[in-house]
């Protein structure tokens, strides 16, 4: 990530460059989550996966 940027609120959120498009992208995560980053992260690349799967 390039440069954070502060905001009023707790989100954090940064600018990332792609090619010639500068994107504002900010972050939250649900603090009364029953899935911690890793288990969403494992769900998402299995979903992924599974949807790549389908299509062949």
Known sequence: MENEIKTGT???RTTKKVGRMTYLV????????????GDK????????LEHKKSKK
């Open 10 to 12: 707790d989100m954090p």
């Open 26 to 37: 900010g972050v939250h995560f649900n603090e009364n989550s029953k899935m911690d980053v």
């Open 41 to 48: 992260l494992k769900r998402v690349i299995l979903n992924d």
